[in-house]
């Protein structure tokens, strides 16, 4: 799923589920079992911060409306100890956001030492959105490509590992996805009008990801194409994506800074 260029998205099957031979069903099964691993993982890089690691985790996470981006946080994310989270989902930017620089509010939210950093879309937006709707020139998108790359770098230097995932869906999984959200009165909440909106420059959008993909893909912040029709298989894969950033970062329990055998017999002896 790593992204290879140039990026076609065209190419890339949203069913696809290449890699798993399984059904929905063990897919669920799948995903549980692989819980206590991901867990485990993220409570050693916890527990490591607290004696100096300065290791941390940042999971970006974009997509078409409807990609299944909340589903990410509550069925993955949401199995690990909360404590060890930060999760910010980006809205358009508040007055006081827009008189600085782009980066300046993702900065504010970049995850502390010890900590899984998850971004319910990002500084990405303002690549995508402005490119499509011209919010901005040409000349200043190609600048903002230029200060991403600079910004995650920075990032890596820092140690913090960068996982971005574009969920791929297809334009009439997310038609089916918006009529669920219009049949159920449970879900109108969820429902935007602009989602409709958006689906009338679908083209551009996908040629927006491509690009922003090829300028800002690299091995200290590697981007993936994920098939996201199916969303059980999505949920499998970016627990896995989590895993093997986790498991290169290979967190150890800090040792004990005190004598075991001492405070055991101190405990026996009450």
Same mark, same amino acid.
């Given at each position: 799923?790593?992204?290879?260029?140039?990026?076609?998205?065209?190419?890339?099957?949203?069913? !696809?589920?290449?890699?798993? !031979?399984?059904?929905?069903?063990?897919?669920?099964?799948?995903?549980? @079992?692989?819980?206590?691993?991901?867990?485990?993982? *993220?409570?050693?890089?916890? +527990?490591?911060?607290?004696?100096?690691?300065?290791?941390?985790?940042?999971?970006?996470?974009?997509?078409?409306?409807?990609? &299944?981006?909340?589903?990410?946080?509550? /069925?993955?994310?949401?199995?690990? !100890?909360? *404590? &060890?989270?930060?999760?910010? @989902?980006?809205?358009?930017?508040?007055?006081?956001?827009?008189?600085?620089?782009?980066?300046?509010?993702?900065?504010?939210? =970049?995850?502390? #030492?010890?900590?899984?950093?998850?971004?319910?879309?990002?500084?990405?937006?303002?690549?995508?959105?402005?490119?499509?709707?011209?919010?901005?020139?040409?000349?200043?998108? #190609?600048?903002?490509?230029?200060?991403?790359?600079?910004?995650?770098?920075?990032? +890596?230097?820092?140690?913090?590992?960068?996982?971005?995932?574009?969920?791929? =869906?297809?334009?009439?999984?997310?038609? &089916?996805?918006?009529?669920?959200?219009?049949?159920?009165?449970?879900? /109108?909440?969820?429902?935007?009008?602009?989602?409709?909106?958006?689906?009338?420059?679908? !083209?551009?959008?996908?040629?927006?990801?491509?690009? @922003?993909?090829?300028?800002?893909?690299?091995?200290?912040?590697?981007?993936?194409?994920?098939?996201?029709?199916?969303?059980?298989? +999505?949920?499998?894969?970016?627990? #896995?994506?989590?895993?093997? %950033?986790?498991?290169?970062?290979?967190? *150890?329990?800090?040792? @004990?800074?005190?004598?075991? %055998? #001492? *405070?055991?017999?101190?405990?026996?002896?009450?």
């Amino acid at each position: 799923m790593r992204a290879r260029r140039p990026v076609r998205l065209a190419d890339v099957d949203p069913r !696809d589920k290449t890699g798993y !031979d399984g059904k929905k069903a063990d897919g669920v099964k799948t995903l549980a @079992a692989m819980d206590p691993v991901l867990s485990d993982l *993220q409570e050693r890089l916890f +527990a490591a911060s607290r004696h100096g690691a300065a290791d941390r985790v940042l999971l970006i996470i974009q997509g078409m409306d409807t990609a &299944g981006k909340g589903g990410i946080v509550r /069925h993955v994310i949401g199995t690990v !100890d909360p *404590q &060890g989270v930060h999760h910010h @989902a980006f809205k358009a930017p508040s007055e006081e956001e827009l008189e600085h620089d782009f980066l300046w509010r993702i900065e504010n939210e =970049i995850p502390g #030492e010890g900590m899984i950093g998850v971004f319910d879309r990002s500084h990405y937006e303002d690549v995508l959105i402005h490119r499509v709707r011209g919010l901005s020139s040409t000349a200043e998108v #190609e600048g903002r490509y230029a200060a991403i790359r600079e910004f995650e770098e920075d990032l +890596a230097g820092r140690g913090v590992k960068i996982v971005k995932v574009m969920l791929h =869906i297809s334009k009439d999984e997310q038609a &089916g996805r918006l009529q669920e959200r219009l049949d159920r009165p449970e879900k /109108h909440w969820k429902f935007d009008p602009a989602d409709i909106d958006g689906r009338e420059m679908w !083209d551009d959008y996908q040629r927006a990801y491509e690009i @922003a993909i090829e300028e800002t893909d690299a091995d200290h912040a590697p981007w993936f194409v994920v098939p996201a029709d199916r969303k059980w298989f +999505a949920r499998i894969a970016v627990q #896995e994506l989590l895993i093997e %950033a986790l498991q290169d970062i290979d967190p *150890q329990w800090p040792a @004990a800074t005190f004598d075991v %055998a #001492e *405070q055991k017999a101190r405990l026996s002896a009450e």
